[in-house]
């Protein structure tokens, strides 16, 4: 692939992890590419596994890991959940990883957004406790995927916790720590739901030389049951661009670097 045509496929790819789905008009014009390069992007990219055509245009593949929670309510709520946010919260995450760099993947609706960011990305090795984010990186010929090990005690988390997974987590040091929370409090610092999950996630950020948060803005200034880290050991956070001015200030002047999305 020439040079031209792997820099018109990253946008094609960016587009649609910020669309979701996109037409081949759109795409000619947004790219000043003509309809048959476009066309033949979208070829190679779905013989990858990246996307898959519809008529007229081309969509964000949707895994059939997920088929068996169909009717799942608790994952669906999670999973649509500002689902608009969070694709922008994980396309912009990824954007902060570099090639060659060991990145650690907390279980999570978000870091899944941000996983499948890093679906076409080369030369990086990811580290994560979450079944699902195993499942959806597997096939990527550019990325080294390692699971934690551990249980799932919660199935519609995908989370693996447990002796195993923290034992694993020892021996391995991370460049970047893309953390999902179900809360944030620039006084009590990140927390989870679960006891045994907080311990997993807890392991992950000691491990790594740097802790990125991403978090939809419901979740800023919400102080959940178990600890995962204090304040200070977040350095930047990830949160949409529509977040509260009031809510992303007191982070602010702890330090951490805000990215809206």
């Not at 992303?248 to 002047?253: G, L, S």
Request: some cysteine; hydrophobic content about 40%; overall charge neutral.
């Amino acid at each position: 692939m020439s040079a031209r045509q792997e820099h018109r496929t990253g946008r094609i790819l960016k587009l649609l992890l910020e669309r979701g789905s996109v037409s081949v008009e759109e795409l000619i014009t947004l790219l000043g590419a003509s309809a048959p390069s476009i066309r033949r992007d979208l070829t190679r990219l779905e013989g990858k596994g990246l996307i898959r055509r519809t008529h007229g245009g081309a969509a964000l593949v949707q895994e059939l890991l997920y088929e068996p929670f169909r009717y799942d309510t608790a994952f669906q709520t999670r999973e649509q959940r500002f689902v608009r946010e969070k694709r922008h919260i994980g396309l912009a995450a990824a954007e902060l990883i570099k090639e060659n760099e060991t990145i650690g993947l907390t279980a999570g609706t978000t870091t899944t957004w941000v996983a499948r960011s890093l679906r076409h990305r080369t030369n990086l090795t990811i580290v994560t406790n979450a079944v699902n984010i195993g499942m959806e990186l597997c096939n990527m010929p550019g990325l080294k995927v390692h699971l934690t090990g551990g249980y799932v005690h919660w199935p519609w988390s995908f989370s693996l916790v447990g002796a195993a997974a923290i034992n694993f987590l020892g021996d391995v040091f991370l460049d970047k720590l893309l953390l999902s929370v179900s809360g944030i409090d620039d006084e009590r610092g990140t927390t989870t739901n679960e006891s045994d999950e907080a311990l997993t996630f807890r392991a992950m950020v000691k491990q790594a030389k740097q802790v990125i948060v991403v978090s939809d803005s419901s979740k800023l200034g919400l102080i959940t049951p178990s600890l995962i880290c204090p304040i200070e050991d977040v350095d930047i956070l990830v949160t949409e661009e529509a977040a509260p001015d009031e809510a992303v200030e007191k982070f602010e002047r702890r330090g951490i670097k805000i990215i809206r999305a």
